[in-house]
């Protein structure tokens, strides 16, 4: 079967790498190459289990580190608490450590057989089943590029994102994000010394309405990730603007502030929001990763999600063997109630990412050092990983 991938992100070259050894296997990817930037991600749950079946795990482990922990700062530059990832670790039996996102790219990237056609620089403009004379269901879909060429394949398979315009041709009225009221940035830039002070645990501050994170990136760099309540600001993504960043996030600490002076003009920056799609396939189109059921960063399982998110859907097609049709709705049978957990997660952390208020705050510091009791602190872990 000729299948036709859109993305070359983590969905995209996860699925890749499952469906290349009985299909034909094109991937399509906008970007003129890997993508980098990107910001520190915890990786487990699902998507771990399924990179060891996968035989990739160590891939992605050698490039990731585990740290101590995070210490909460404020803006004075005090230390206000500490939580240990030391339980996580346990609870999660060993399965757990943290990666930067174009690192898990990476790492699929090094694993990828060479007989998937990749194929950077490739903008998908229009996808469409294609007719069969005399009616009845589709047996394939047409890919149209910018460029003008077209590819045919009997399976396409959208991994566009979070923003993708394909879910709109597999769900119609369901092509729009579902923002949760708040925006993020993020970029990694080179500063040896503070990633020497910043050592093994992530700095984030204690801070109402807007939060900065700080934490050594590996290779002498340093990754920043802030965050900010929204309201009514619309579902376009915000333009990155590096004096606007740092006017907006000044002053949350000093070592954030040090770090907030080296933005580059150009960084990541977008909303913070869900994709909900009441059907993930269409004939043969189908969504997968982010563009199907993408659970926001307050939920803390996307790069999970996509990569064993992928593998359900290879398993589901192999079971199915010609009854394509079958496999994909098998497939999200299967897959979709794990990630309405994840989403309804996320949806619950909103209200705690970024205190709306001081008593919110209190509540958070208060509850940092219940965490610390004995006992504690793995109840929590358990409750983290629960599905």
């Known amino acids: 079967m000729d299948v036709t991938v859109i993305g070359g992100g983590i969905a995209g070259l996860a699925l890749a790498h499952q469906l290349a050894p009985d299909h034909q296997v094109t991937v399509l990817e906008a970007s003129p190459g890997p993508r980098g930037g990107g910001y520190m991600i915890d990786f487990f749950g699902p998507g771990f289990l399924a990179a060891e079946r996968m035989g990739i795990i160590d891939e992605l482990r050698v490039r990731g580190h585990v740290f101590e922990g995070v210490r909460y700062g404020t803006p ?188 580059p003009e150009s960084f990541y920056h977008d909303l913070v929001a869900q994709a909900i799609a009441p059907r993930w396939s269409r004939g043969r189109i189908v969504l997968a990763g982010d563009a199907a059921h993408a659970p926001s960063l307050l939920a803390g399982q996307g790069t999970s999600l996509a990569i064993a998110g992928a593998e359900a859907l290879a398993c589901s097609l192999r079971a199915a063997g010609p009854h394509v049709e079958v496999g994909l709705a098998e497939y999200e049978r299967r897959w979709r109630p794990t990630t309405e957990a994840a989403q309804r997660m996320g949806r619950r952390s909103a209200s705690l990412f970024a205190p709306a208020n001081r008593l919110q705050l209190r509540i958070q510091q208060v509850a940092r050092r219940a965490v610390t009791l004995p006992g504690a602190s793995l109840f929590a872990a358990r409750s983290v990983l629960a599905p």
């Not at 609870?91 to 990828?112: C, H, M, N, T």
């Not at 993020?184 to 020497?196: E, R």
């Not at 309405?209 to 309201?231: C, I, K, P, S």
């Open 76 to 263: 004075d530059g005090a230390e206000s608490g500490r939580i240990d990832v030391g339980p996580l670790v346990a609870a999660a039996g060993g399965r757990y450590f943290s990666i930067l996102r174009p690192e898990v790219e990476r790492g699929l990237l090094a694993v990828l057989p060479d007989y998937v056609d990749l194929r950077y620089g490739a903008r998908v403009v229009a996808v469409r089943h294609i007719a069969l004379e005399g009616g009845g269901s589709p047996r394939g879909a047409l890919v149209e590029l910018a460029d003008g060429a077209t590819l045919a394949a009997d399976l396409v398979v959208a991994c566009d994102g979070l923003r993708s315009p394909v879910r709109e041709r597999v769900a119609p009225g369901h092509g729009d994000i579902v923002p949760m009221g708040y925006r993020v940035a993020s970029y990694l830039y080179p500063d040896p010394q503070l990633a020497g002070e910043l050592a093994e645990r992530m700095l984030m501050t204690d801070t109402v309405g807007r939060v900065g994170w700080a934490y050594a990136a590996g290779d002498g760099r340093v990754g920043a990730m802030f965050a900010e309540r929204t309201a009514g600001s619309g579902l376009a993504r915000p333009v990155p603007d590096r004096a606007r960043l740092q006017r907006d996030f000044a002053g949350l600490h000093p070592q954030v502030d040090r770090a907030l002076a080296q933005a």
